[in-house]
C-alpha cells in the first residue's frame, strides 16, 4: 500500500487538467489537489503503521488508533497551510476548528481514515472529505460544493466531485493521480448489496426489503469498511449499500455530516441516490456534529424500492 510512490510532491497534471477542463474554479482546484496529495501522506503513514492502538477514546467513545489520530493531523496541518480552508470538522474532533484567518472561501469536513479497525486485517480503508461554502450544519445540499474520498486498497484511488460529475483516479507509482473513470454514471439497477448492522436488529420493513432483494438473487458483498463498500457499488455502477435504522439504534451507525454527506453527493452526481430510507440524505439537516443517520444508497432501483418498503406501501 502505498510502497514505490516515488515523489510526494508531484503535480498529478492529470487530475489538474481534469478539473480545469470541468471549469472547476480555481481554489477548490487546488484545494481538491492538495487533499489528494495529503492522501499520499497518509497512505505512507499506513504503510509504516505498527498497528498499535493508541488508547484514547473519540467523542464516540471509540478508541482511536493511532493512525487515525496521525491522518488526522496530517490532514489538518495541510489544509491550515493551503490558505483556502477557514474551519475544519473532523470525525477525530469534538468540535469544529479555526485553522484559518476566518476569509477563506471553505470549510472542510473529515473522516481522516475511516474503517480503522480493519487495518490489522489489510482490508482496504478510506479518507472521506466534503468541501462546505456556507456553515456545516443545515442542508448538505446548500453548502457542499464538492466531495471526496480516497481508497487504502492494493490500489490507492481518488473519486471526486466537484458538482460536475464524478471521477476516479488512480495513483500510479511514480506519485500521479491518472484519470482511470470519467463522467462515472450509475445503471438503474445492479445485482449486489452490501448490508450492515445485525440482522437480529432490523427492523421488519428492512428485513422485508433485504428479502426481496435477496429472492431476486442479488449478490452480498460487504468489506466493514464503508469506503470500499461504497466504491464497489460505484465502480460496479450499481447495487445498494445500507446501514439501516437498528432496534438497538434508531439513527443507525453512520455520521450523516462525515460520511453520508459526501457520498450521497458523489453517487447523486454519478446519477444514484442516497436517502435515509425516504428522505434524500443531502435534504437532512445537520443539527450537530456526531449526528448519525441510517442509510440506502446507490443505485435507483434499489433505493426507491427501499423507501417503498420503509413507508408501508409494500
Ligand atoms: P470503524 O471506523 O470503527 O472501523 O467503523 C467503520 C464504519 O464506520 C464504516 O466504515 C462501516 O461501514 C461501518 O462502520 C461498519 O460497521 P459494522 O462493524 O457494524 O458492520
Redesign the pocket.
Known amino acids: 500500500m502505498g510502497e514505490g510512490i516515488s515523489d510526494y510532491t508531484k503535480f498529478s497534471v492529470d487530475l489538474r487538467r481534469h478539473m480545469w477542463l470541468s471549469g472547476v474554479d480555481q481554489e477548490l482546484r487546488r484545494l481538491i489537489w492538495q487533499i489528494a496529495v495529503t492522501g499520499k501522506y497518509i497512505s505512507a503513514k499506513i504503510h509504516e503503521s505498527n498497528r498499535k492502538l493508541a488508547g484514547i477514546k473519540n467523542i464516540y467513545g471509540?478508541e482511536q488508533l493511532a493512525l487515525d489520530r496521525s491522518s488526522d493531523e496530517i490532514l489538518k496541518n495541510q489544509l491550515k497551510f493551503s490558505g483556502f480552508v477557514r474551519e475544519y470538522a473532523s470525525e477525530e474532533q469534538d468540535e469544529v476548528i479555526q485553522i484559518g484567518q476566518g476569509s477563506e472561501s471553505y470549510i472542510v469536513t473529515a473522516d481522516p481514515l475511516?474503517?480503522?479497525?480493519?487495518v490489522d486485517t489489510n482490508l482496504a480503508i478510506g479518507t472521506i472529505i466534503g468541501i462546505h461554502k456556507a456553515s456545516v450544519f443545515g442542508r448538505g445540499r446548500d453548502s457542499l460544493v464538492a466531495a471526496l474520498y480516497i481508497t487504502y486498497g492494493p490500489l490507492i484511488t481518488m473519486v471526486y466531485s466537484a458538482g460536475k460529475g464524478t471521477h476516479e483516479f488512480v495513483l500510479n507509482r511514480e506519485g500521479e493521480y491518472v484519470l482511470s473513470e470519467e463522467n462515472i454514471k450509475m445503471k438503474e439497477k445492479g445485482d449486489i448489496y452490501s448490508l450492515?448492522?445485525l440482522r437480529k436488529e432490523w427492523t421488519e420493513k428492512h428485513r422485508r426489503f433485504i428479502e426481496d432483494l435477496e429472492s431476486q438473487g442479488y449478490k452480498l458483498r460487504?468489506s466493514?469498511?464503508?469506503?470500499p463498500?461504497i466504491n464497489q457499488i460505484l465502480i460496479k455502477r450499481g447495487g445498494i449499500f445500507t446501514?439501516p435504522a437498528l432496534t438497538t439504534s434508531p439513527q443507525g451507525?453512520?455520521r450523516l455530516l462525515f460520511?453520508l454527506q459526501p457520498m450521497a453527493f458523489l453517487m447523486e452526481q454519478a446519477g444514484g441516490m442516497a436517502t435515509d430510507g425516504s428522505t434524500p440524505i443531502l435534504d437532512i439537516p445537520v443539527v450537530k456534529l456526531n449526528q448519525r443517520c441510517p442509510i440506502y444508497i446507490g443505485s435507483k432501483y434499489e433505493v426507491e424500492s427501499a423507501k417503498k418498503y420503509l413507508e408501508g406501501e409494500v
Open positions: 471509540e475511516d474503517g480503522s479497525s480493519l450492515g448492522g460487504y466493514g469498511g464503508f469506503v463498500d446501514y451507525k453512520l460520511e
